[in-house]
């Protein structure tokens, strides 16, 4: 797993497991570090105790301000590799070359909460991806949503302040379910698809390992020959994508706020390691103007069955950090970072982020050197005349610091672009100065429609259920009705029933977009199903059958399951398996299926309690009961869809009901 990026790191570690004795920073060796230096053992502390005012200082300043968005985040090393060339359309050597490894360093993030918020809330994830390439940083910024709220990067300020805590009282936190967010999004109808997406599965995921990512904006890439074209990036999982049901995504997040992190950490760690495949969706220049809509509008997708996503790499999560927050917490992202090949497009809401990212680091890290954290730093060389400013780490040698100089035969010199050189796309700009919105981004309701259209109808209700309990939340009538108001742009009926969910009035006239399209990309329920690293409780209710169970698990681990044992206490079953948790510490939100072995008539009450959680989920359950009478009694049908009975049925079924997930039709 050792890479360019690895190896530099490795320069700045310190290991403090070898014996090492205790100094100062100043590295004066200490003798005592459990007591102040006082005047008598009952007496005044001394202020030439440097050793204290030393150890306080620094613990006082540990923290740094933290994101304005996206706050809470977690990152894992990684590296990339190319199918096949892309030439064609880009001269990025990270591009171009199938041999080429590259490291990267990926962060996950929620948007609203803060950093000790809750993985699960209802929000969108941030999906940051930094490219370590032989020609600099390439870092895509992106989210696992395709569209954003608003078109202009101005009315940033704004959305965040809408989502944000309200400022009166600070409520509530990783959540958008308050009125000003809904104030901002009856205002503002731009927001129509991207509210859609916000109101559907996708923002709660069961797994930042199974969930896409999406470069958001239109960019371009530049070939050698400088012909361009443009560009959308993908991340597709391979193991699919998935989500949690609300009601599990709620008490996840008070069972086990670290739920998503602690997923991937432990992923990582067994092995399990988690991939995606790059998608790039291409359009020719000269189509910028084919479609029904405007390709730079950041509120707008490029429908996969009109533009096919191209699969073009895959990327590969292998190493977790060594120190959270070195990396993770001082990892800086912006999509502004590009390589040679790669360029910008004229979406409005892009252009504006070119600059929030830069300013937001300057206030964060403290200054402008923090491209010289190490987690930061590209792995190729850089020079230039940029100097000094707080928390410089590098000693630059020589007499000059500027262009053009004859002292140092005018070093460092600018690189031609036949050598590696960046060089803008000549795209020709005209146009009077103006604030304004193109005619062509005031259609905020078709690809709303499209979306809710493509969906399941499973998932379509999810999304009423959705948006019953974020308006349902809201205090104010006036923004109750405005949200439907939008809504009723999208679709009648949608609007009618979260009408009545929320006892709100209903516009009288049907406003609803004409528009019956559908694109299958968009639903969950066409996605990848695998058993692969699914996690699996198992279920004690009296003596188990100690070798049937260790013939199950055999087969879980050859499937690559993960498993739990639960019973009241934890204890030893035989030479190769124990208990792990019990009904206190685990949950069944916690898990993709329960397998119950019960050796008697009762079934105990957590047990009952795991076993109707998991059926009121959705979940497989797989049932080995002595007494098959012994669920008679609970809200169970022992004879439902995803229901095995494992005296019956075989392992394998119950395999194929892991990898199946949720079973949406059963009562």
């Known amino acids: 797993m050792e890479n360019k990026k690895t190896n530099q790191l490795k320069k700045y570690a310190i290991n403090n497991e070898k014996h090492a004795g205790l100094t100062t920073n100043q590295g004066l060796k200490m003798a005592e570090d459990e007591f102040s230096l006082k005047s008598g053992l009952r007496g005044p502390t001394l202020m030439e105790d440097f050793h204290f005012r030393e150890k306080m200082t620094h613990f006082d300043h540990e923290r740094i301000p933290e994101r304005v968005v996206h706050a809470r985040g977690v990152g894992a090393h990684g590296i990339f590799q190319l199918y096949e060339s892309l030439g064609k359309y880009t001269r990025a050597d990270f591009l171009t070359d199938p041999s080429k490894i590259t490291p990267v360093f990926v962060r996950f993030s929620t948007v609203q909460g803060s950093r000790g918020s809750s993985d699960t809330v209802r929000d969108v994830r941030g999906f940051a991806t930094k490219f370590y390439t032989d020609e600099g940083n390439f870092d895509l910024v992106g989210n696992n949503m395709p569209v954003?709220?608003?078109?202009?990067?101005?009315?940033?300020?704004?959305?965040v302040h809408a989502v944000k805590p309200e400022p009166h009282n600070e409520i509530p936190q990783g959540a958008s379910a308050h009125d000003t967010f809904w104030d901002f999004i009856g205002q503002n109808h731009e927001s129509a698809h991207m509210i859609m997406w916000h109101m559907s599965d996708r923002a709660i995921p069961r797994s930042l390992r199974m969930m896409e990512g999406f470069g958001v904006h239109t960019f371009r890439l530049v070939n050698a020959e400088g012909k361009a074209h443009f560009v959308k990036f993908h991340w597709k999982p391979t193991l699919g994508v998935h989500s949690l049901v609300w009601d599990e995504a709620q008490k996840i997040a008070g069972k086990n706020p670290d739920f998503h992190r602690q997923d991937l950490y432990e992923a990582i760690e067994k092995g399990d390691f988690p991939e995606w495949e790059l998608g790039l969706q291409i359009i020719r220049e000269e189509d910028e103007h084919a479609f029904d809509f405007d390709i730079l509008d950041p509120t707008k997708i490029w429908p996969e069955e009109e533009v096919p996503v191209k699969i073009v790499g895959k990327m590969t999560l292998n190493r977790n950090v060594d120190n959270f927050f070195a990396e993770t917490e001082q990892v800086a992202f912006h999509p502004g970072h590009v390589v040679p090949g790669i360029d910008f497009s004229n979406d409005p809401l892009l252009q504006g982020r070119l600059f929030s990212y830069t300013d937001t680091q300057l206030s964060r890290l403290g200054g402008p050197n923090f491209h010289q954290i190490p987690i930061n730093q590209p792995v190729c060389p850089f020079h230039n005349n940029q100097r000094d400013g707080m928390h410089q780490m590098t000693i630059h040698h020589g007499q000059t610091s500027y262009h053009r100089n004859g002292l140092n035969a005018n070093q460092p010199q600018p690189v031609p672009v036949?050598?590696?050189?960046?060089?803008?796309?000549?795209?020709?700009?005209?146009?009077?100065?103006?604030?304004?919105?193109?005619?062509?981004?005031?259609?905020?309701?078709?690809?709303?429609?499209?979306?809710?259209?493509?969906?399941?109808?499973?998932e379509q209700q999810h999304v009423k259920d959705a948006f019953s309990f974020e308006l349902g939340k809201c205090k104010s009538d006036m923004v109750k009705y405005n949200a439907i108001d939008l809504l009723n742009h999208i679709d009648r009926q949608l609007a009618k029933e979260v009408a009545e969910n929320i006892g709100s009035l209903l516009p009288e006239k049907n406003r609803e977009v004409n528009s019956s399209k559908k694109s299958p990309a968009l639903s969950m329920a066409n996605t990848v199903r695998k058993p692969d690293t699914k996690s699996v409780a198992v279920l004690l209710n009296g003596k188990p059958n100690e070798a049937q169970l260790s013939d199950w698990i055999k087969t879980f681990v050859q499937h690559k399951i993960n498993y739990s044992i639960v019973d009241k206490k934890v204890y030893p079953l035989n030479g190769m398996?124990?208990?792990?948790?019990?009904?206190?510490?685990?949950?069944?939100?916690?898990?993709?299926?329960?397998?119950?072995?019960?050796?008697?008539?009762?079934?105990?009450?957590?047990?009952?309690?795991f076993i109707e959680t998991t059926y009121k989920h959705y979940k497989p359950l797989g049932l080995a009961l002595d007494d098959h009478q012994a669920l008679e009694k609970s809200r169970v049908n022992t004879n439902a869809i995803g229901v095995y009975d494992l005296s019956k049925s075989s392992i394998q079924l119950f395999i194929e009901g892991i990898a199946q997930g949720r079973f949406w039709d059963r009562n």
Request: glycine share 6%; charged share 25%.
């Open 577 to 609: 398996l124990k208990v792990t948790d019990t009904y206190d510490t685990a949950d069944p939100c916690l898990f993709d299926a329960i397998l119950l072995m019960s050796s008697g008539p009762i079934i105990d009450a957590p047990v009952l309690d």
């Open 418 to 458: 036949e050598k590696g050189g960046y060089e803008h796309y000549q795209e020709k700009v005209e146009g009077n100065k103006i604030r304004g919105r193109s005619e062509s981004f005031l259609d905020f309701y078709s690809q709303a429609k499209l979306f809710y259209n493509s969906l399941a109808p499973y």
């Open 148 to 159: 954003f709220f608003i078109q202009d990067a101005i009315k940033f300020p704004d959305f």
